[in-house]
């Protein structure tokens, strides 16, 4: 509470929950249009989300805008299609 001076301590944390999403196929993140209008996904990034964050958002705007800037990354889309067909891989580690 120090770091913030008006929120106080309420009592100890007995617990804390999260998402944890992962593309069980090829361990891939997938980004893109969800086939509802007006709905992209970007998730599946097994916990790396936050410093994939940049180049992810880069690709929807990319995307959703149709429009490109000198940020841009140069992996397709179609790479993490929420309708491509998985990567095949010989092992599948989960474990960063």
């Known amino acids: 509470h120090h770091r913030v001076p008006g929120l106080e301590a309420r009592g100890r944390v007995s617990g804390v929950a999260g998402l944890y999403t992962i593309n069980r196929e090829d361990v891939h993140?997938?980004?893109?249009?969800?086939g509802v209008e007006g709905f992209w996904v970007a998730n599946g990034f097994s916990g790396?989300?936050?410093?994939?964050?940049?180049?992810?958002?880069?690709?929807i705007a990319q995307g959703y805008t149709g429009e490109s800037t000198?940020?841009?990354?140069?992996?397709?889309?179609?790479?993490?299609?929420?309708?491509?067909?998985?990567?095949?891989?010989?092992v599948k580690n989960v474990l960063a």
């Open 70 to 90: 000198d940020f841009d990354t140069d992996v397709p889309m179609e790479f993490f299609a929420v309708d491509r067909q998985p990567i095949e891989m010989a």
């Open 29 to 34: 993140p997938i980004l893109g249009p969800s």
């Open 48 to 59: 790396h989300g936050f410093k994939l964050a940049p180049a992810v958002g880069s690709m």
